[in-house]
């Protein structure tokens, strides 16, 4: 009886010899049915809010209305690192120009 309660042991805590396919759950990566739904569903209303401009319609009102919860959404679909032309360096130019009272 002793013998018996050790091998079951030992298939419990996956020894080499007794691991399968079985039980490894899903891949990688792979988004839970219910959030690939809500997403869906989120996304939808989105679109539908926005009239005939659709999603972005509803963001541009989003952007405007509420600037504070916009630009950290924005934030997060932004690229890390921001490249200029061909993939070299941003140029910026800065153009400083004074103007006097009544011009």
């Known amino acids: 009886m002793t013998a018996g309660r050790q091998q079951n042991t030992s298939q419990k805590q996956g020894k080499p010899e007794n691991l399968t396919n079985a039980g490894k759950g899903r891949k990688k990566g792979v988004l ?42 924005l934030g997060k679909v932004l690229p890390m690192q921001v490249t200029g032309e061909d993939g070299g360096p941003v140029e910026i130019n800065i153009t400083r120009r004074i103007v006097k009272d009544g011009e």
């Not at 989120?42 to 401009?53: M, N, R, S, V």
């Open 32 to 73: 839970n049915k219910t959030t690939a739904l809500l997403k869906d569903a989120i996304l939808a209303a989105a679109a539908q809010a926005g009239g005939k401009d659709g999603l972005v319609g509803y963001l541009k009102t989003q952007a405007s209305a509420n600037p504070q919860s916009f630009l950290p959404l």
